[in-house]
């Protein structure tokens, strides 16, 4: 499978360089995740699907589709801009209602197990969620690649967003469920590509029961809220992080919630 990796060019606290995304050229060139509609990155795309399609009887700058992980912005934003410079192009995700409608084009809905016919090849849907409800991963059953969105980073972690549709049990599901495909390789939205993903995700398993160990040490000795917890739990943080910390540490309250180990009362919360 062909894929040729375009820079969105949006670095920042939380997108770290930038995004990816990843274009696989062939008889239905197809666009992975659709950035934020940067003029950079839609040149860059039209360079790539002129260059691509040149030997082929289809139109030099056709875009067939674009498949998007999840509806964040710096995946989703640049769809309208797409929209308009290839008008042809099917959008496909898999549906988050509340958050889908403020971006005007016909969503296709994918579900998991689909077969999306991309590039030269036939990409699988793999309905991951935990960082956002309507995560997907696409994978190219043959050379095993799996284009694995927001699911990891390799060295980061991923933000758990748990008041705005993040949910970490899900998450940790659908870790393992990656985890049971064997996939060759990550191509991720953020970072280098992964090629030990056995490891990586391995790692990021072990990482998320490190942070709840620590959430459950931070309770027991006083903690009470969250401010409290992520102060305990992490190193000092920049403020363009609190927001995410907090986020993750609200994800690991909520899931000792739902397993019965914790309560709380809306702002302070203990061991139960
Ligand atoms: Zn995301």
Redesign the pocket.
């Known amino acids: 499978m062909r894929h040729e990796l375009i820079f969105v060019g949006n670095p920042g606290p939380l997108t770290g360089a930038g995004n990816n995304t990843y274009l696989l050229p062939g008889l239905e060139p197809t666009l992975i995740d659709a950035g934020t509609g940067q003029d950079t990155h839609l040149l860059a795309l039209a360079a790539k699907l002129d260059e691509s399609n040149a030997g082929l009887s289809q139109k030099k700058d056709l875009l067939a589709k674009v498949l998007v992980t999840?509806c964040?912005s710096?995946?989703v934003s640049g769809v309208p801009a797409i929209a308009e410079r290839w008008p042809l192009a099917v959008f496909a995700k898999m549906p988050w209602k509340d958050r889908d409608d403020q971006y005007r084009v016909s969503w296709k809905a994918l579900e998991d197990g689909d077969l999306v016919p991309a590039g030269d090849s036939t990409l699988q849907v793999v309905h991951t969620p935990g960082?956002?409800p309507d995560h997907l991963c696409f994978f190219d059953r043959e050379s095993g690649t799996l284009f694995s969105g927001?699911l990891v980073i390799a060295g980061s972690s991923v933000v758990i967003p748990a008041s705005a549709g993040g949910d970490l049990v899900a998450y940790l599901n659908s870790l393992r469920l990656v985890l049971s495909m064997k996939p060759a390789c990550l191509l991720p939205a953020h970072g280098c590509s992964i090629d030990e993903p056995n490891t990586v995700i391995q790692a990021y398993l072990d990482h998320r029961q490190q942070r709840e160990d620590q959430v459950i040490a931070a309770l027991r000795q006083g903690a009470k809220t969250i401010d409290d917890i992520v102060s305990n739990v992490y190193e000092p943080l920049d403020f363009g992080l609190i927001r995410a910390a907090q986020e993750n540490v609200l994800a690991h309250l909520t899931k000792l919630v739902s397993e019965g180990r914790a309560a709380h009362d809306g702002t302070v919360w203990w061991m139960s």
């Open positions: 999840h964040h710096d995946h960082h956002s927001d």
